[in-house]
């Protein structure tokens, strides 16, 4: 009875109004009201609409792969700091997640900006001869967005590692298993819960962050939540903005499913 206040607040202040929200994507007005896909299919019938999801899907999947690979190593050599020592390296990981979104992509424009250091250090070296383009490219988005989200993938692998115990891999690697067999066959198996959250939490931060999408990006790179913006303030519509919302949580719960899945497969090999 304890639940019933919070489940009711939850069910009356988020659930239904989402569950409207994305109802409304499937309505069709003409030539009679009804319910369909036909806003899906003239949404995916625009070359701009589908350039701007393949792009979104590209960029969060790319985030992930490499957030993943940065995250293992940096989480193996976490949990074997000293215990005395590793609070203040779980600070130091945190640390970025407690600055504003917004700042830490300023940074970004003021590092690729045309008289910025990345250029200066290109042109002092000799490796282009004016300053490049680098702000408002996909590079920059990516880049932006990785170093936005690596900590929850981070955070996640190193709550997985912590549980693994060491003596684990010690014996596989006793027993002959070289380096890629102990990490291939012992440790990612075991840490995989840790992947699927990791993974799960990046993907979604990439599709929906708008900030440093709409800096790094501009107005020539667009993403889904860049769009969907777009289509409320500018064009107000909200029809398309609906059908953009349903694709968003119809990605993150296919990723989700598709890490899981990944997961179950690997556990009964």
């Known amino acids: 009875m304890l639940v019933m206040p919070a489940l009711i607040f939850t069910v009356v202040c988020f659930l239904l109004p989402v569950l409207a929200l994305l109802l409304e994507a499937f309505r069709v007005d003409a030539p009679a009201a009804h319910w369909g896909l036909g806003r899906f299919a003239d949404f995916f019938a625009e070359p701009l609409n589908r350039q701007v999801f393949l792009r979104t899907l590209r960029i969060a999947a790319l985030v992930t792969l490499v957030s993943a690979l940065l995250s293992y190593p940096a989480a193996q050599a976490i949990v074997r700091v000293a215990p005395r020592y590793r609070g203040m390296v779980l600070g130091m990981m945190i640390l970025p997640l407690m600055v504003s979104p917004i700042a830490r992509t300023y940074a970004w424009i003021v590092l690729f900006g045309r008289n910025g250091a990345i250029n200066s250090v290109l042109l002092s070296l000799g490796l282009a001869d004016e300053p490049q383009r680098l702000l408002f490219s996909e590079m920059a988005v990516f880049v932006g967005l990785l170093q936005l989200l690596l900590p929850l993938m981070l955070m996640s692998l190193v709550s997985s590692m912590e549980n693994l115990s ?9 027993l002959g298993a070289n380096a890629w067999q102990v990490f291939t066959r012992v440790t990612l198996p075991l840490t ?3 992947l699927i959250v990791g993974g799960t939490l990046v993907f979604t931060g990439c599709v929906t962050a708008y900030v440093t999408p709409a800096l790094l990006g501009g107005p020539k790179v667009l993403m889904l939540e860049t769009l969907l913006y777009q289509k409320v303030s500018v064009e107000s519509d909200f029809g398309t903005a609906n059908v953009i919302a349903v694709i968003l949580v119809l990605m993150t719960l296919a990723v989700n499913a598709g890490l899981k899945r990944i997961s179950s497969s690997r556990s009964t090999v």
């Open 192 to 194: 995989q819960e840790g």
């Open 166 to 174: 060491r003596d684990i891999t010690l014996a596989a690697s006793t």
